[in-house]
T-cell receptor, first 111, second 113 residues
Framework: DAKTTQPTSMDCAEGRAANLPCNHSTISGNEYVYWYRQIHSQGPQYIIHGLKNNETNEMASLIITEDRKSSTLILPHATLRDTAVYYCIVRVANRDDKIIFGKGTRLHILP | GAGVSQTPSNKVTEKGKYVELRCDPISGHTALYWYRQSLGQGPEFLIYFQGTGAADDSGLPNDRFFAVRPEGSVSTLKIQRTERGDSAVYLC???????????FGPGTRLTVL
């Protein structure tokens, strides 16, 4: 079973920041938080990952709480092309391991 | 550069038939994964290869499913005696090393009539 809990769906207005929450209360000390997204009819796309510090790249920012039991993915200026299912995953990095996906959050960007 | 490619993009077959699904990973990637995704669900792990060998096949649902990667590059997922319940999108992913980020292909949509 997936070790994360995400809302089933969310809406966000185009141009605004989209904040996607994820709970991972049973995360272990050596597990990272990964985010992937899946646009309709495409394969999942890697977005970002982090251990305990906040991370930012060209796609998004990842904010992890100090106790590491939850995190938020932030898309700073959402566009219609960001409409997708977003998956939050916990996984041990630097170890060969499959990804265990949950059902993710379906994000709708509204024009 | 070229990403992970999968062929065919769509496959329709009849119950009981045999099918092969192909995955071409990113050049140089040593790890290759197969996942299956049913409608409304997240992808579900099937099998992964490190090089030519299957390192973990714990996700294969039964012995009708088999996968090979004979030269450590292209992989083929083989399904014998297909059943309607096998209908799904079959996703392939590769990574430079099994410990790295996985990059997914667009998937093959299999429909068993």
């Amino acid at each position: 079973d997936a070790k994360t809990t995400q809302p089933t769906s969310m809406d966000c207005a185009e141009g605004r920041a989209a904040n996607l929450p994820c709970n991972h209360s049973t995360i272990s000390g050596n597990e990272y938080v990964y985010w992937y997204r899946q646009i309709h009819s495409q394969g999942p796309q890697y977005i970002i990952h982090g251990l305990k510090n906040n991370e930012t790249n060209e796609m998004a920012s990842l904010i992890i709480t100090e106790d590491r039991k939850s995190s938020t993915l932030i898309l700073p200026h959402a566009t219609l092309r960001d409409t997708a299912v977003y998956y939050c995953i916990v996984r041990v990095a630097n170890r060969d391991d499959k990804i265990i996906f949950g059902k993710g959050t379906r994000l709708h960007i509204l024009p | 550069g070229a990403g992970v490619s999968q062929t065919p993009s769509n496959k329709v077959t009849e119950k009981g038939k045999y099918v092969e699904l192909r995955c071409d990973p990113i050049s140089g990637h040593t790890a290759l994964y197969w996942y299956r995704q049913s409608l409304g669900q997240g992808p579900e792990f099937l099998i992964y290869f490190q090089g030519t060998g299957a390192a973990d096949d714990s996700g294969l649902p039964n012995d009708r499913f088999f996968a090979v990667r004979p030269e450590g590059s292209v992989s083929t997922l083989k399904i014998q005696r297909t059943e309607r319940g096998d209908s799904a999108v079959y996703l392939c992913a590769s990574s430079p090393d099994a410990r790295d980020t996985q990059y997914f292909g667009p998937g093959t949509r299999l429909t068993v009539l």
